[in-house]
């Protein structure tokens, strides 16, 4: 990333920790999640609080991480 005041994020595809971790160590100021969250619903759609909590931990786990 240029060293700019326009704030980039990126997204598609984007579904593990680590996904997450190269993009922000590569400057990114935001990830989109949305195909990780589309799959944890799809995946879940006959056991909604299952689908809850893992949606929670997926936003908990990503969301600890921080550019360094």
Do not use: C, W, Y
Request: hydrophobic share 40%; proline share 1%.
């Amino acid at each position: 990333k240029v060293d700019s005041k326009v704030p980039v994020a990126v997204g598609f595809g984007i579904s593990k920790a680590d996904h997450v971790r190269s993009f922000v160590d590569q400057g990114a100021d935001s990830v989109i999640l949305g195909s990780a969250i589309v799959k944890t619903i799809e995946r879940n759609l006959n056991d909604r609080k299952k689908m809850l909590d893992e949606l929670v931990g997926l936003a908990k786990d990503l969301s600890s991480i921080r550019k360094s």
